[in-house]
């Protein structure tokens, strides 16, 4: 495993750097990209195109073109189903992934970091022992952790899906690599001469330094939890504890006893990818932020 | 309030972790028994104010359960709506009785109630106030399930809610067209799907899903195939027998001949489109399914009748039945006197009839069901024809000694999986029958149950 | 080396401390992964047996590996293991492909846009499967696609969820799902490639091509390494596409992946054998995982 830990290739980066080439022409460029973008974009399309129809005109219309607009309506009837659970789900995805991310990361920075920077008996064995954590398949865990919840009286909590979230070692893998690239040993040393502690140290300049990378690894955690469906599925009763793809995944499967469902399904999946495309838009900001922040330490 | 919640479970959570694990280690120590397993526990009602717990995936259950809370304040009934059955509840059933966290009652289908049971899951309601009085109340086959065909000296296990008589839905305007009367034999309906087929290109009488087994069983059911027989404690695996393989057979020459659409899942879409557009022009369904269709193919409206269900012999009068499910007491609860009332009332009650069959569509299991003001009205969407008078005597025209075995699950994803291959021209669906019973005697082996061959 | 001012103390607090920092994450770490693997390890070693008549009871007694056994005889274990790999073997390489090509570009100076390109390649990404079941189940489908109607009308006569088709459909939805996702890694490394490294070849009068091959894609082959064996856990662990595709194809078995298989299962209360065959799986791609690593170190010499 430890060819995956050399990292020569990330050093901190060089933000600004002028990027006018000859050869590669821009056209060719441009096109290749845009098609791949209407490759990415197409079943969102359809998503978009169907969340605007009736439920009758959803089979009867064809998929790809407007047919009368319903927008309004289904998102009306999404926010009244069952007294508005949809937007509990909402908020409950966002508890979730957002709270369960930010938890994660900050605990994959404070190993990844010691995984990096200290030298200790031991170290590489605790690595691999997390690295294998990648290798269990979530299948595999979420039937033990119900039965183990069970034993302490806590499925069906917030806790039962939020707890287990946070533990991401593919994060702390990612926070060591990026450790290891990002904070030159003279600065903790330089730290330490000055007389800051060490948990100083990590906190006023570790983290910042780490902090691109951290966006990164929060972003992926996220977007990790946010469709993680098959542990809540398995640990909650409680509907209105659902995070949004299992409610959307009750709603689908009754549909066929109850066809409205389907437009509601349909327009719920839209609303839900809305959260992603602004964390995304979000981080996008930090990025650049960081990937500068990290550019004047170096 | 849920702030209060979440901050003791915060405390618990964090004193937790030695437990986690100390409860992993003794949940390793041994096996997971309960006493009240089989013996049938007498049934004493409580005292005081009753909450129960209870799982089910009925559209519009709510209602019924709000009315018996309005009815009843001292046992008030808690609802969760879950996924259905196999989508998701069972599997979730399973780990909570698992973990003794299973709820007070859950919907459980027929098919699924041996399996149930087998895992310690259901609670005997014999000896409770009602249940004793309650089998002339219910289609006979349906009490039969529920007792396990043993006529009371084997427990009762649950209350039937609903069912699913199959019939014929055909689209009379098409079959009219033709000249072609609703089929009454097996072999009428193949000589109208010749006829169908020639009249116009890509059109089908019907489709054939794989992703619907419990559906090709209610095909086995209507030629009085049954699955399983029980003897005692040891178990017989039917499911390749004369009768199933003559169902088989047909089927398979109607997918040899191109005579059904095999690209096409059940309540998908594609199907939708296709009822819509006319392409597939009957459905062999259940009561329940009248909604389907109305619901999915809106443009075809009116032009729908319904007929009994084609037969193997000449003047026959055998149904099949598709679904359907009962109202179970599980085995953690401590009111099974005041579960089994509740259960009773849900699915015999006229209001709370009313309501599941208005909201969730639900043909009702007890006889008096079939009296329901909306089960005796014409429908606009099938040319105002009185559908449900057709599914009444379907109703009792289901055999009553269909038995499922304790692994349905197994069997009908071998059932499914190998229907893949027979659509896809790799296989028979007689092979498949065969490979079924091999590999769901196997999977009883596996649960160590005693098989006979 | 240490400050004066704090001589005793410095040493001992920096042998304590990455324990400190490894702490908060290890504790969730062994209670939520590695006590329910253990738990999982135990369970495959146990059998259900049963006294007392059908309906009796039920008491798990050891079985040492027996449930192992069981498994890898039945003929679904070979076949999904064949199925995955040869998944793995076409889907891997073009999928990391594309997600280089778009990394590249997105680094270089003709892209416009750059954005917008990042954020809609990452969107895939961020569509729960259930909700990409849904599009994907519409864009397949024989009745309602407009693709596969575009195809028919050329006389192209395909069926996308037929047998011989679906597990390349299935391979476009994954590379759908996850092109964005290592373009991301690939991009991320790709920002820390020195700026003078690419502008003394162009000095030196390399093209736009050759830079990106022989110099960035060279200095970011760690990335690569990394985003090669994620793929092949993912591959591996395949569940969530195949699973959602059994509602729409008629093509995809409940022992379609050995995961889907594991899954399938536990539904059946087979918990023992879903456990074995869990494990079984995690030792196979842990396998595979080393010697990807040792044939890409041994490559770079």
């Known amino acids: 495993m430890t060819l995956l830990t050399r990292t020569e290739g990330a050093h901190a980066p060089v933000p600004g750097r002028p990027r006018r080439g000859p050869g590669l022409s821009?056209?060719?460029?441009?096109?290749?990209?845009?098609?791949v973008a209407g490759y990415m974009l197409l079943p969102v399309y359809w998503l978009l195109v169907s969340a605007t129809k009736s439920q009758g005109d959803l089979v009867s219309t064809p998929g790809l073109l407007l047919a009368d607009w319903h927008l309004g309506e289904n998102l009306s009837a999404l926010f009244a189903q069952q007294d508005g659970v949809y937007a509990r789900w909402l908020l409950n995805s966002l508890a979730y992934a957002g709270a369960g991310a930010a938890i994660g990361t900050l605990l994959a920075a404070m190993a990844g970091y010691a995984l990096a920077v200290y030298r200790f008996k031991g170290r590489e064995a605790v690595f691999s022992v997390i690295l294998g954590g990648v290798l269990v398949p979530a299948t595999a865990l979420a039937l033990p952790l119900f039965l183990l919840f069970a034993e302490v009286d806590a499925t069906n909590t917030f806790w039962s899906v939020f707890l287990p979230s946070v533990v991401s070692p593919f994060s702390v893998y990612l926070a060591r690599i990026f450790a290891a690239a990002s904070i030159p040993e003279e600065v903790i040393e330089a730290a330490r001469i000055d007389g800051a502690g060490e948990w100083t140290i990590f906190r006023t300049i570790a983290l910042r330094m780490m902090s691109p990378a951290l966006v990164t690894v929060f972003l992926f955690q996220f977007v990790v939890i946010w469709n993680n469906f098959l542990l809540p599925l398995i640990m909650l009763q409680d509907e209105r504890l659902y995070p949004v793809t299992l409610g959307l995944f009750t709603w689908q499967s009754q549909t066929s006893r109850v066809p409205e469902l389907q437009t509601l399904t349909l327009v719920g999946a839209l609303v839900s990818v809305v959260p992603i495309v602004l964390t995304f838009l979000l981080l996008q900001r930090y990025w650049r932020a960081g990937l500068a922040a990290g550019a004047v330490k170096s | 309030m849920a702030v209060r919640n979440r901050g003791s479970v915060a405390r618990r959570g964090s004193a937790g972790g030695v437990v986690l694990i100390l409860a992993a280690l003794s949940a390793c120590g041994g096996g997971q028994d309960e006493d009240d397993r089989t013996a049938s526990a007498a049934c004493e009602p409580a005292s005081g104010k009753v909450t129960l717990d209870y799982w089910s995936w009925v559209p519009g259950m709510q209602k019924a359960v709000d009315l018996w809370n309005s009815q009843n304040p001292d046992v008030q009934v808690k609802l969760k709506s879950t996924p259905a059955g196999n989508v998701g509840t069972y599997q979730n059933l399973s780990n909570a009785l698992k973990a003794a966290k299973a709820p007070d009652l859950s919907q459980i289908e027929y098919d699924s109630l041996a399996s149930f049971r087998l895992k310690g899951g259901l609670k005997d309601i014999a000896q409770c106030a009602g249940i004793p009085d309650a089998a002339p109340k219910f289609a006979d086959w349906t009490w039969s399930q529920v007792d396990f065909g043993a006529g009371g000296k084997d427990g009762v296990w649950a209350v039937p809610q609903d069912t699913g008589p199959m019939a014929l839905y055909y689209r009379k305007d098409v079959f009219d067209k033709l000249g072609l009367a609703a089929p009454t034999t097996w072999e009428e309906y193949e000589a109208a799907a010749r006829k169908i087929q020639a009249a116009k290109k890509g059109q089908y009488i019907t489709h054939f899903s794989q992703t619907d087994p419990n559906w090709f069983t209610g095909l086995l059911w209507q030629n009085k195939a049954p699955m399983f027989e029980r003897e005692g404690d040891r178990w017989k695996v039917t499911v390749d027998r004369p009768e199933s393989r003559k169902v088989a057979d047909y089927w398979q020459k109607l997918i040899d001949d191109k005579l059904v659409a095999t690209d096409l899942q059940g309540f998908s879409p594609?199907?939708?489109?296709?009822?819509?557009?006319?392409?597939?022009?009957?459905?062999?369904?259940?009561?329940?399914?009248?909604?389907?269709?109305?619901?999915?193919?809106?443009?075809?409206?009116g032009k729908w009748a319904v007929a009994p269900m084609p037969q193997?012999?000449?003047?026959?009068?055998?149904?099949?039945?598709?679904?359907?499910?009962?109202?179970?007491?599980?085995?953690?609860?401590?009111?099974?006197?005041e579960a089994a009332k509740f259960a009773l009332w849900l699915n015999t009650d006229a209001k709370a009839l009313e309501i599941l069959n208005r909201e969730g569509g639900l043909y009702p299991a007890a006889r008096t069901g079939a009296d329901l003001p909306a089960l005796k009205q014409p429908v606009d969407f099938y040319g105002k024809q009185k559908i449900f008078d057709v599914f009444a005597e379907a109703s009792q025209n289901v055999d009553t000694?269909?038995?499922?075995?304790?692994?349905?699950?197994?069997?009908?994803?071998?059932?499914?999986?190998?229907?893949?291959?027979?659509?896809?021209?790799?296989?028979?669906?007689?092979?498949?029958?065969?490979?079924?019973?091999?590999?769901s005697v196997e999977s009883l082996r596996k649960q160590s149950l005693d098989v006979t061959d | 080396m240490t400050t004066t001012r704090t001589p005793a103390t410095t040493p001992r607090r920096r042998t304590l401390a990455p324990f400190a920092f490894l702490a908060p994450f290890l504790i969730p770490f062994v209670l939520f992964t590695l006590v329910p693997v253990g738990y999982a390890f135990w369970q495959s070693l146990h059998r259900t047996e049963r006294t007392g008549g059908t309906f009796g009871r039920t008491e798990t007694v050891f079985a040492g590996f027996e449930q192992y056994a069981d498994v890898v005889s039945e003929p679904f274990f070979v076949d999904s293991l064949v199925r995955v790999a040869l998944f793995g073997l076409v889907q891997i390489p073009v999928m990391l492909a594309l997600a280089l090509a778009l990394a590249l570009l997105l680094d270089s100076a003709v892209a416009r846009l750059k954005r917008f390109f990042r954020l809609v390649y990452f969107v895939p990404y961020g569509i729960p499967g259930v909700v990409a079941a849904l599009m994907w189940a519409f864009l397949y489908d024989p009745q309602l696609s407009p693709v596969v109607g575009l195809l028919r009308s050329a006389h192209l006569d395909v069926d996308l969820l037929g047998p011989g088709a679906v597990l390349f459909s299935i391979g476009n939805v994954v590379t759908w799902t996850y092109t964005g996702y290592n373009m991301l890694i690939m991009y991320a490394a790709l920002q820390a490639v020195p700026a003078d490294l690419s502008e003394a070849a162009r000095v030196d009068g390399a093209g736009a091509w050759t830079i990106a091959l022989r110099i960035k894609v060279p200095v970011i082959r760690p990335a690569l390494v990394l985003t090669g064996v994620f793929s092949l856990i993912g591959t591996f662990q395949l569940f969530t596409e195949p699973q959602v595709f059994r509602a729409i194809s008629t093509s995809v078995t409940s022992t379609y992946t050995p995961n889907l298989a594991a899954y399938s299962l536990a539904s059946s209360d087979r918990y023992s054998e879903a456990a074995a065959l869990s494990v079984l799986l995690a030792v196979a791609t842990f396998a595979l995982s080393f010697l990807f690593l040792r044939f890409t170190a041994r490559r770079q010499g």
């Open chain 2, 401 to 439: 000694d269909f038995t499922w075995g304790p692994t349905m699950t197994d069997t009908y994803r071998f059932l499914s999986d190998g229907t893949a291959k027979a659509t896809g021209g790799g296989s028979t669906l007689a092979e498949v029958l065969k490979a079924t019973a091999s590999q």
């Open chain 1, 26 to 35: 821009a056209v060719p460029a441009f096109v290749f990209m845009a098609l």
């Open chain 2, 270 to 301: 594609a199907l939708y489109k296709a009822w819509n557009d006319g392409e597939v022009v009957t459905w062999i369904s259940a009561a329940w399914g009248y909604s389907t269709i109305r619901d999915n193919a809106k443009s075809t409206s």
């Open chain 2, 312 to 337: 193997w012999e000449k003047g026959g009068q055998q149904a099949g039945n598709w679904g359907g499910s009962t109202t179970a007491v599980l085995t953690g609860s401590k009111y099974p006197a």
